[in-house]
């Protein structure tokens, strides 16, 4: 598919869209107007970046007041502009920026490392003072720590 940078009106108006990818919009720097009305959006958080998109672009969208959910249920018939960012609040970001894919897969197995050290070094005091404290109880009865 070819770019369509000079684009200035982009009608998807009644083409039963549950959802625009987040980022056309965006890729049409020279829109002016979009049409998209009379479609049974789906009011989940997918919607959010087109949400976002909307309340930046106001003035580039016609009819905005029949943008309307219509799944889920409950949301049925309700404007898509009513929103507002509290109603987004669940919804998550769940990807990873390259810096916290490089922090998690450092501070993981360092973790990981840490544990097993301090598992294995307080392991080793606990046997040495065992020991010790064996050493120190056959000091008082030698009879009863002699070897067979």
Avoid at 41 to 66: Q, T
Avoid at 117 to 127: A, K
Wanted: aromatic fraction near 12%; charge should be positive; glycine fraction near 4%.
């Amino acid at each position: 598919s070819r770019p369509l940078p000079g684009l200035a009106t982009l009608s998807l108006a009644s083409n039963r869209l549950g959802q625009l990818e987040p980022g056309v919009p965006g890729a049409l720097p020279q829109l002016r107007e979009l049409l998209l009305q009379d479609n049974p959006w789906v009011c989940s958080c997918s919607i959010l970046p087109l949400w976002r998109w909307l309340s930046h672009n106001r003035d580039k969208v016609r009819e905005k007041s029949l943008l309307l959910c219509r799944v889920p249920e409950l949301l049925n018939k309700y404007p898509i502009m009513a929103f507002g960012d509290e109603s987004f609040r669940q919804c998550q970001d769940t990807s990873l920026s390259p810096k916290h894919y490089i922090a998690f897969f450092t501070i993981g197995p360092f973790s990981f490392l840490a544990s097993i050290f301090f598992c294995t070094f307080l392991g080793s005091l606990v046997v040495f003072y065992h020991s010790l404290r064996r050493e120190s109880h056959c000091w008082r009865r030698p009879r009863i720590c002699r070897v067979h």
